[in-house]
Every structure is written in C-alpha cells, then in structure tokens.
C-alpha cells in the first residue's frame, strides 16, 4: 500500500526532525526548510498534505499557501503556529486549513489525529467529486448548476475554481465560478472610476453589496484577485479600505486575514491600503503581523504609519 505524501516546511530543522520522528512511519515525508521551493516540489510530485509554520523567514506560511493553490486550488494544510488563535482557526477553517500550537503538551497526539483527519477529509471530498461525476454522465447533466453539495463543502473547505462548489445567499444559490465573475467584472468596471478616499463609489457599492449577498467565503475569491500578480493597484487598494469600513460581521475574520496578507504584498500602495483597513478595524489580533510587516518596510514613510497605528491597536488591548 502506498503511502500518503505529506510536505513539511519549516526552517527550524529541530522541528522538522520532531515532524519526521511522529509522521515517517505512515506517511512519505518530504521536508524543506525554504518555502520558495515548495510550488516547485508541489507541482513535481502530487501530495496529499501540506504542513507549514506559520512564521517563515522570508514570508509568512499564508504567503506560501497562496502560491501553492495557484499549483492546486485543493491543496490542504495544517499550520503550525507559537501563537495560536482561536478565532483565525475558524477563518483558517473556512479555506481547508487546520492550525495546531507548538506550545501544545499534546502536540504529539494533536498532529497525527489532525493528519489523519485532514488525509480523511481529503479522500472524502475526492471519493464524493468521482462519484458525483458518475452521477453526472449517467444523467447527460453537465451544468454546474446540476451538481450535489460536495464533501468539500461539509468539511468547510471553499475549492476555488471547482465548479461544483455552490455559494449560498438568501436568493439562489451559485457557483464559485460564477460569483468569481461578478468580481471580476467589478474590477473592470471599476477602470473608469476615480476615487477619493473615503467616498462611496458604484465600485465599493458594488463590492459591498457581493460581501452581503454571498458571505464571508467570497474573500476567499477575492483574495486571489487581489493579491494576484497585475492587479490593478489603485483598485485593489481601494478594495482594502473598504474591507476594514465594511460592516459585516460574517466575514470579519476573512476580512481581517486578507488584509493581513496585504501588509506584505510587493506593492508599496496595497500595503498601505491594508495598514489603513486593519486601522478601521481596530483589531488588536493583528498586531504580530503588523509587527512583522514594519520589520520588513522598505519604504521609510509607509514604516513610519504601520509604527503609528501598531501603537494605536495596542493601546486599545
């Protein structure tokens, strides 16, 4: 019986011994302690899990994530983290990531039950999309529209780019695909505009109005737009403020991760959009990322604004 492949990254290699020491003996490890090469190893070779620490010295285990379902869009991980939250595990959740503390006294235990599970998790939803493709031919039904609910979205895990995954608002329901449209036509659209900040445009309208009729799984597509290479820098900043304005607590915590992604993106603009958001939202939980964003700055006036409103956000613990 083959083993199921699993790829480790961390750069502290002590980690990756404990990592190999639990998992070796079920499982076909590869480890690497520099996340620039795992879509490389991703696209060589078809694992079935991914584990990463969550602080990585050259951008943060998100960061790599991204870029890893650019590869594949089903990828599944588990974060390893010195700082665990609990409410970023739900919005991790919601994007088929798990999050397991290295501070744990049952690390041991917690990881290979949350490997298993993942691994389950994973066959489930291949098992589910192969028979519901059987269902498919049987029927000559070949819309999306036609599909069942898949396993994918039992286990909360939002498949960009699946047509068979359905977003739910209070009217229809529709598919990934679809709503991914409407996103991108707002952006285009958004081309003619000019905006001032703070002013309500047909574009942050537009944007706002998408957030509440389809929920918080739509910044799982949104998020690719925006932190997407040739992106329109003055619209996805204007996306940004808008996220931290947005009064929508269903995706407060999807809001909050993609504009704490931002603070790292190659754009000097965007990473100031998204400083601006998280000091609307005036979330204390983004400080280490904050923290991390300022050691990084390059740009000496951008550093000096992340500083101010990292002192306002801790001030308000």
Known sequence: MNKKKILVIDDNKNWLHTIKLLLEREYDLTLLTDGSQAARFLREKPYDLVIIDFSLPESSGLEVLQKLREVKSDVRAIILTSHPDPDRAMSLANRGFDQISKASVNLSTELMDLTRKALEGKKLASENEQSESERNRADNQTTPDSTSETAAEIIGALVIGKATVKLKSNSTDETVVGVEQKIKALFQMAKEENFEEGIESEFSNGLVSIINKYGAQVINILSHLILSKG???????????????????????????????????????????????????????????????????????????????????????
């Open 231 to 317: 992106v329109n820098e003055e619209i996805a900043s204007e996306a940004l403020r808008w996220l931290g304005r947005l009064d929508h607590s269903e995706s407060y915590y999807e809001r909050l991760w993609l504009l704490e992604e931002a603070l790292i993106n190659p754009s000097a603009r965007i990473r100031d959009a998204a400083s601006v958001g998280l000091a609307t939202l005036g979330d204390p939980h983004a400080t280490p990322y904050l923290e991390q964003a300022i050691q990084k700055e390059t740009c000496a006036e951008l550093r000096e604004d992340m500083q101010q409103i990292l002192e306002s956000l801790e001030s308000a613990r």
